[in-house]
Structures are given as structure tokens and as C-alpha cells.
């Protein structure tokens, strides 16, 4: 056993870093419960965890985006006993992103959260907050499939709760965390019944093991069915058409702050659970999952493109105009999954993160007009472009990028996905992807004209700094990823490539002959 | 059209008085004579020089002048049956087509007195 | 530091910074200044790829410095900063912007190692020149402009199309030597062809730089044909065929001048001319020949923008630019006039002066490679360039009949410029050393021999006797008001009277239907509002019980399809 | 429950070992059946006996909900602190074999009964959060207006 082991090589801090981009956020959780009696202080030690965070993820997408994994065994716990943390190019470029965003949005939150939130649950907010960041961050680092249900319970429980801090605003924002708190519950419990009907049939939860032991029975309806219970679970998480029901209303009524962390990391990192369990643990040449992907995924993504683009176009309020535009986009990452190709992959990952940088600018923009303006529907933004040129302008970009215009960030993942529409051969699929890029420049056009075409509805200043930084910090991220995509697409395309090589490089060799730890025994 | 018109020739900066020259009476018959002497001259040039050209026609007395002249007749009148075929009115392609229409005046120096550096 | 920063940026950079500094000295000043700086830069540049950039997996060089693209690029400098120092006086943003975004987009291109970035200069020259056409803010130019614009971003789609056919075939962007074969290659070839001016490819630069401002044609007659004529002679020197089309080019353009009315339209079609020299240069393909070739883009780039500003001078001074309602001006703009004959007697390449010592380079590289036809079109065709560029632009504009129009000389910023560019056609044709010393190739030959000086002396003597004959004799074309039409009559007149009939047709039936189908699409719209919009079905709020349903749809749906499947 | 003497008296006396066996469940957790979770639970019990019998206010001078809350966090500290403090002896997070370290099936009982000590003070922490949270809940409409 572990514990038997005498241990000879201490761990440097650097060894250390695959846990501390979890343990960094979580502990900082409760910190904030303990000693955030006052505002300044939990904004403070959240933003610090987040900071950190962020800078150990930099670090670790430095080590692995060039392929290769780093593997941590949490207490001295060989795999596939033990819970072990792997980090690839594909979670280490989602652990940026989400990490990445979380430093951006929380010095807007700060003035954002200051209007929207009662005094009293502010320190409340910041831990869930940082839960629900720890969750996803979680989710993402794991290497155990059951540990990717810990973690998602976690990081779901606290979003509801910080949905259902909305409620200080406008009280739907209760029922809109409860019904996400229904729906989110029967997902996450197909996802763990599907995981249980694996575990029935391999006995074992490490993800690299388990693909090593479906492998043989790909004929078994068990583990057939296990895969439709995680698909139609993730997909719920995903907000796959027609499962997207939650999301509008927990993305509109929901602080903005909320709304800006959300839309740009939960609903990539339940894509890349998708990902993960169809490319690593189930692989991609089974023939059940290509069916799947081609008759249901497939269909439903276009569907998204297009029907919640239009619903986009006729929205009368922005915050949900960006909320339904989210389901549509989502389509494209599923798009890009469903071609089950290398380029279509990559199309799916560089999306994740540049669709999350934009709608993270949009997200916030609209909570600096929401915060200067009272709300986000179109007749009380009208004309605030004037009133606020920085925040609107910053919005401009994010909708450019949204629409995809060349050297936008939008641009990129566009081009990448039709480019492997088009590899794939599926010209249609390509054309459609134009098409309802059509729709996107109507939707946005409707809240760029409202911004700047129409006499202000009121006085108002430009967004605090606070604000104002971060939008556009955002905003240029924007620009510097649509022309300069070396990070971007290196890490995408690494990610693809470790993704669709499947399992090799992810199981232990032997398994249980490997239950010890590396260190020597010592009675 | 500009208002400064110099009253007369003195007016004129001094080279411009010199060149007057060429407008007087029989300035331009100077001229055209004084080419013909010239053309003269080096017709005898082209007798005394050694010519090693590309192609024996090059080595032929007079070979350039004869060319240029011919060719200069040519384009004269091959510009004049061009022109037979090609002419038109400046409004053929529409009374605002760029072909009808002046240079806008506020863009050039003529409405604005003082602009000379 | 200098040598990190792609030149081409400079300029973009000068351009950005021209919109930040107030109009007037400071501005004028920075206009002129940077080009300079532009210039010194590549001029202590070393040869190589000096800056590589990835770009999805394409290895885009952004600086291949070598002899060729160093000539080319140093006259873009040059010619810059004069063409800015010429425009001193403009108070204008626009043009202030556009000109250095052309500039550095045409200088980008030159040093452009690869397709893909020769494609996005290309089109930057197309998008950034036609703004000093639509300057002038008139109605025809802002036409002409479009129809300008329509036929540059057409030369580069069709580049583009080529770059991609080329890089299916051969899985290479690097921008080199071409065979014409497949259809990637004429792609290219052709969207080259376009903004060289070929013959029926033409008529767009005819149309375009009578259209454009004082100080944007200056501008415009330095950089777009000379950076096709660049790129051909990169991409397919030693082609034949390109003979032959430049033959054809030296020839056409010398009819329409001899009766064109608008004197920068004459020069336009004397540009056409001189670039036809340039393709027979690159269409023999020897070193020698490619020297002449960029030896005479080089000169003539001085030479015509000479003649331009001296055109230009005059249309700022009196308003007026055509040969009918000109004449007479040497006497209140002698300086012009002296300027003007200069720059007339370096296209007309009299010994001394600029054009001599390089389109002699050509000459003798056409002869000496034996094509006999080609070489007496292009001698015919030295002739015919003193009849228009020699004679006619300073002969009916600054002599011939009294107009009676007495303006000011010429401003002191624009007689600097002119000066400056005179000098530099004098000394380059007296020192012709100077210049062969920075062509592509090693320069062994002597252009000051008695037989070619005195050949070339009797041809345009003798030319000109010609002219002296015809004119006393009143058998000269006179100047009159009138257009001539070109090739572009079929866009221009044709095509739109085709289009007109078939409106007509069209909306006849457009009539008998319009209600049916405008009745259809508002059907079609309010359908979606109901069902999309707010209140629609698909974007009402629905209860959860209703998503469960789903839920349990797809799970059946999803197991049914692994299943049967 | 004013006049429920007897059960007043007796919930007084117990409470006190309804603590004292949260703590015997808490340490013989890692040997016997047991743990943190349920001690936690049982460790509110006592407070939950408390308050149903007095009554909320009184329950809470003893315990108010902001200790609570803390005890709640503090716990996932105590938990994660004992994580922090093996990587800070070099080995990987919550290694037990870091509390002493030449004899690493001792340094596993430590390990246990510091996390185990972790998850009682949460469980204590929420379980009163969650009874707080639902008692002190103000109806709209009061008891007496049914």
C-alpha cells in the first residue's frame, strides 16, 4: 500500500503545481468565510487565489502544450486506486482559459457586486464564487472519472447559489436558480448513473484504465448505454439544443458578474467533460459513438446555430439576447466535435476559448451598462454608446468577434471550423456555418444600433475603472488571439492531437501491478 | 483663373521675360531651322562614327533618323484615324462622369490668395 | 532597433501618427521625414529573410530582403517622401492617412517573401489608393473610384485564387519564380496582368489617375503598376509571352495619347507605354534584362512623377488641365516649365537625362536576344514618346497658343519637390554609375558610346523635325474638346446598357410578382417572430416538467440510435 | 415547551453527553465505526436538542450562526490545511506518510484523525447552518392566523 512506501524524493514546489491550482481556490473558499467580514477583504483574497491560480495555469500550459502530460497522485496513491490529477494540452488550455477569465471578471465584480448584492452575503458570494471556480477548475484537472463528479456537484451546487444571488435585483432569479438546480440535478445524475454502469462492467474509475478496459467490450450494451447517460447528461450541462432550457434565464437574471464567469467557462468545461469521456475513455472509432455524434449531436448543433440565433435576433433585452446567442455558438463547439477529425477538434478547443473571451467582454459590458443604465433591455441602454464610448466600444469588438470578422478572435475559430467542414468534405455543414454567421451580424447589428444610432436615454457616466480595465483587457485579448494564434491554435492542435490518439499515454501500463507508488517498499 | 495677371512682360519673373523669346515673329522659324541644322549635323556625325548594332539594318547611314521620322509620321496619323473612330463627346458617358467634369476649384490654389509658402 | 521593424510598418505606423498630429507643418514635416527615415533603413538593411512570422502554420516572411526588392523598395521610400513633400501644403486627413497606408502597403508587398503576404499588401494598396481618388469629392470620382476599387480587389481575389490553386498543387506559398502552366500560375499571372496595365486589362489606370487628386495621382503613378511590374519580374522573368504583351503595351497607349485631351490622362497612357518597356524586360528574362527592367522602373518612377507634379502644378494653379484650354504658362511658371521639360526629356531618354541610360538597358537586351520585330515596335515606340511625353504634355500646356491665363508660379514646397526630382533625373542620367550600382545584377555596360548616343540623337531629332514639319503644315491633331474611347466602353457603356434592358425585363416581371412574394416574405417573417420571438415558443420560458420530457426524449432517441445502429 | 419540566431538566443533562460521545465517535473514528461525518452530526444534535427544547434564541446565544458559518469553513480548513501541511513536508498533497515520516503507517493515523477532525467541525458547522437557516425563517404567515 501507499503508505507502506518510505519517502525518499521531496516534492518541490514545482511538482506541487497540479494540486496548487485547485487547492489555492478551494482553500481560499472558506478563508473567505472565516476572516471576509468586510467586502475589501474576501474581493481581495478571492481575486489573489484567482491571480495565483491563473499563474499556476500559465505555468502548466507552458509545460504541456507542446504535447505530453504531467500526472499527480494525490496522497502517494498510485493510479488507478488513487485519484490522480493528469494534465494535458486539452485541460491545461481550458484551466488557462477558465482561470484567465475568473482574474478578469473579479475586478469587475468588485463594483458590479457592490450594486447587486446585499451587504450582508457578499463575503457569502465570494466563496461560492471561488467554489464554484475550484469546482470547474476540478472538473478540468481531474484524471478520475468519478472525481469529475465530486468536482461538478461542487462547482454546480455554488452556481446555483450565486445564480440565486440575483435575487437582490430582480427575484425570477430564484426560480431561475432553481429550475437550473432541477435540471442540473438530472444531468448530473445521468452523468453518475452512466459512470456507475462503467464501473459495473471494468471495475475500476480512473479514466485512462477504464478506456483500456471498454476497449475489449465495445459490443456490450452496458457500457453502450453508459455512454448515453453521460452524453445526455453532459449535454443538459452543455445546454445542447433542446436541453438548453436552464441557461436563458439562469444567464439573465443571474449578477452580471455571475453571467460573465458562466458563459465563459461552464458550459465549455461540461464540453470538455464531453470531450474527454467521448475522445479518452470511449474511442472515437467505436461505432455506436459515431452514430451518435452524426445523427443526434450533429442535427441538434445546427439546430442551435440557427433557431437560437433567430430567437437572438428578436430578443428585447441584451443580457438574454447574449444568453441565447451563447446556445447557438455552443453549436458550433458541438459542430466541430461531431466532424470527429482532427481540424474539427481543434475547431471545438479554439472555440472554447475564444468564444469564452468574447462573450466574457459582452457579459461584462452589459453589466456596466446594467450597473449605469438600471438594466440591460434595449429601450434603457438606448444610446448609452455616447454616454459610455469605453464600454461600448469594448462591446463593439466583442461583437465583431462574436459575427467573426477577420482579427477578431471570432475569426479564428470560424475559419478553423469550416476549414474542417471542409476537409471533412461536408460542404453543406460549411455553408450553414456562413449562413448563420449571417444571423449573428443581424443580432449584433440590433445592439450595436441601439448603443450608438439612437438619442441617449438618459445621463450617465462611463463605467467605473474598475470596469472599464478589464472589458477592454478582454476586448484586446479579443484582438491579440485573432491575429496573433499562436497560443491559441499550438494548444488546440495539441489538444486535438492528444485527444483523438486516445487512451495511449493515459493508462498506467499495468495497472495493478503499478499500485505502488513509485518509492520503494518498505516492509 | 488667377486675379494676379501681370499687367505687361515686366511683370514676369525673369525667366519667364527671357523665354518670351519664342513667342516673337520668326522666333519659331528660327527654331525649326536651327533643328534642321542640327539633325544636318549629326546626319554627318552618323557618316564618321563606327556603329556595331545588333542588327545590320542599326549599321545603315541614317538608319535612326529615316525610323524616327517615319515613326513620328505614323503616329501622327494612325492617331488620326484613331481619332475618327474614337471620338466623343465629354458627356458620352453621362453629364457627371468624371470626363465632364472641372477639377473642383476649393481643392486647387486658384480660390485661395495667400497660401504661396 | 530599426532593422526588427518591417518597413511597411513604418509607413503604417506614419499613417496613424498622421491622424494624431495636427494638420499643417508638423504633420506635413513627419510625412516627409519618415519616408526618409524609410529609406535609410533600406538602404544599411542586410539581405535575408529578416522577419519570419508563423501564421497558422504558414511561414510568412514579412522581409526577404535581396538586390531586386532593395531597388524596388528604395524608390518606394524615395518617391515617397517627395510625393509628401509635394503635398505640403494639404490640409486634407484623408489623403494625409491614405497616402502612407498605400505607400507602405505597396513597399510590404515589395519585400514580401511568400503569397500569402504579397496577397494582403495587395489588396491593402487596392483598399488604401482609392481613397486618394475619392478625395477629390466629386460624384465622377467617387464612380471612378468604385470602378477602380471593383477592378483592384478583382486582380486580388483572383491572386488569392491563385495562391490556393498553387499551394493545393504544390503545398508551397513561397513567392519565386512561376512557370505558366497550371491554372494557379495564369491566376496569378493574370491578377498581376491586371495591375500591370495589360493590354485590355488597361483601362482602369486611364480611368483612375485623371480622377484623383492634385497630389494623389503623384502618388498614386508611383506605386501600384511598379509593384506589378516587381512582382512579375520575381514571379516570371523569362517568361516569353510577356514579350509580347509589352511590345503591344509600348505600342497602343501612344495613339490614345497623341489624342487625348485631359493632359494627365496623356500621361496615364504614357505610363501604360513606358510600362510595356518594362514587361519586354522582364519577358527576356536575362540578368541584364531584369536590370533594365528595375533600372527603368527606377527612373521612371522619377520622370513621370516629375511630369505630374508638373501637371499638377499648373491644374492647382489655374484649375484647368486640358490641352484645349491650356498654353502660354511659361511665362508666369518658368520654373515649371523647365522642370516639366526635364522630366519630358528623361521619358524621351535624350542622352544626359535619366531615361537614356535605362530603357537603352532594354533596348539592347531585346536586340541582343534577337527579337527583331519586338526591338523596332519598341524603337517606334521611343518615338512615339516624344510625340505625347515629349512634346505635347510641356508643348501645349506651357507653350503652343496664349491662353491668356496668367497664374502665380508654382508654390515653393511643390517647385522643391519638382527640383528635387529634376536633379535627381539629371544626375541619374549623368552619373548612370550610380544607379547600376544598385540593380539586381552586376551592371557591365556603357550606355555613353558614339553610336548609341548619336542613334539615339537622330531618332528623336529627326522625330521631332517630323513633328515641326506637321505642326507649321497644321496637319498635327489639333487639341480639342473631346473624350476617345477605350476598352472601357464595354464596362462603361455597354455592360450598363445591357443591365438597363434587362432591368427593364426584369422588373416587368418583378412587377407581376412582387406582391406574391412580398406578401410571402412578410408571412415568412411574422412566422418567425411568433414562434422566435419573445413571446414565441421557442424563446418562451418553459416549465421544467417540459425539459425533463426532453431529456428523456434524447436519452430514448440517443439509446434507440447506439442500439439499432 | 416552558412547562416541560422534565424534559427541560433531562435535555440539560444530555447535551452534555451527547457531546462528549461526539467526541468518542470523533476519535475512535479510524478503528471503530464512526467518523467525522457522524460525530459532526451528532455534535449537532445537541445543539439542535437544545434549541427545539428552549429555544431558538437561546440555542443561539450558545452558538450564534455566525460561529456557524465559521465552523463550517474552518472545518474545509482543517481538512485542506492537513493537505498544505504534507506538501509543505515535501510530500504530495494529503501523502499522511509527511507526519512522520520514518514510519509511515503511524503518520496515516495522524493524518486520519486530523481530516476526520476537519470534517466533524463541518458537519457541525452546516448541519446548525442548515437548521438555523430553516427555523429562523419568519413565516408569512404567522401560526396563529391559521
Known sequence: MATESVHDVALTLHDQLPILQLVVPFLAAPLVMVVGAGRGVAWLIAFLASLAAFAISALLLAQVIDGGFLSYQIGGWAPPLGIEYRIDAVNAFLLFLISGVSTLVLPFAYESVKAEIAERNQALFYTCYLLCFAGLLGVTITGDAFNVFVFLEISSLSTYAIIAAGADRDRRALTAAYDYLVMGTIGATFFVIGLGLLYMMTGTLNMGDLADRIAPQTDNRTIQAAFAFIVVGMGLKIAIYPLHLWLPNAYTYAPSAVTAFLAATATKVAVYVLLRFSFSVFSPGFAFENYTYELIILPFAILAMFAASFIAIFQTDLKRMLAYSSIAQIGYMLLGLSLMNASGLAATMVHLFNHGITKAVLFMGVGALTLRAGSSFYASIRGMGRAMPLTAAAMVVGGLSLIGVPGTAGFISKWVLVQAAFEKGWWPVAFLIVLSSLLAVVYVWRFVETLYLHEPARDAAEAPLTMVVPIWITALACVWFGINTDITMTAANTAAETLLSGSTGLAEPSPWTSALPAGEASH | ?117 | MLESIPTAFLFFAMGLLAMAVPKGAARSALLVVIPLIAAWQVWTLPEGNLAPVTFFGLDLELMRVDRLSRVFGLIFCLIAALGNLYAWHLKDTVQQVAAPLYAGSAIGAVFAGDLVTLFFYWEGTAIASVFLIWARRTLGAYNTGLRYLIIQVGSGVILMAGIALLYAETGSIAFDRMTLGSLGTWCIFFAFGIKCAFPLLHNWLQDAYPAATITGTVVLSAFTTKLAVYALARGFAGTEILIYIGAIMTLFPIFFAEIENDMRRVLSYSLNNQLGFMVVGIGVGSEMALNGTAAHAFVHILYKALLFMSVGAVLYRTGKVKASELGGLYRTMPLTATFCLVGAASISAFPLFSGFIAKALILDQAAAHHHAIVWGALVFASAGVLSHSGIKIPFFTFFAHDSGMRPKEAPTHMLIAMGITAFLCIFIGVFPGTLYAILPYEVDYHPYTAAHVVGQLLLLCFALLAFGVLYRTGRHPAEIRCINVDSDVIYRKAAPSVVHIAARAISAIWQAHAGFWMRKTDLVLRGLYASHGPEGRMARVWPTGAMVLWIAILLGVTLAVIFVT | MQHHIVLRVVTKLLCGLIVLFAFYVQFHGDYSPGGGFQAGVIMAVAFIAYAVVFNLEMAQKVMPARVAHKLAALGVLIYGGTGVVSMLFGYTFLDYGAFQPGHPSHGQHWGILAVELGVGVTVTGVMLTIFYAFTSRVPSISDEEW
Open chain 2, 1 to 117: 483663373m488667377s486675379d494676379h495677371r501681370p499687367a505687361t512682360d515686366d511683370d514676369l519673373p525673369a525667366l519667364g521675360r527671357l523665354l518670351t523669346w519664342v513667342d516673337r515673329p520668326g522666333s519659331g522659324t528660327k527654331l525649326f531651322r536651327a533643328l534642321g541644322g542640327f539633325c544636318a549635323a549629326l546626319l554627318v556625325i552618323d557618316l564618321l562614327i563606327s556603329k556595331h548594332g545588333h542588327f545590320h539594318i542599326e549599321d545603315v547611314w541614317a538608319f535612326y533618323g529615316v525610323y524616327g521620322f517615319l515613326s513620328f509620321v505614323c503616329v501622327i496619323y494612325g492617331a488620326k484615324t484613331l481619332r475618327f473612330f474614337a471620338k466623343r463627346n465629354e458627356d458620352y458617358y453621362g453629364a457627371q462622369a468624371i470626363d465632364r467634369e472641372d477639377y473642383p476649384l476649393d481643392q486647387t490654389g486658384v480660390t485661395k490668395e495667400a497660401d504661396d509658402a
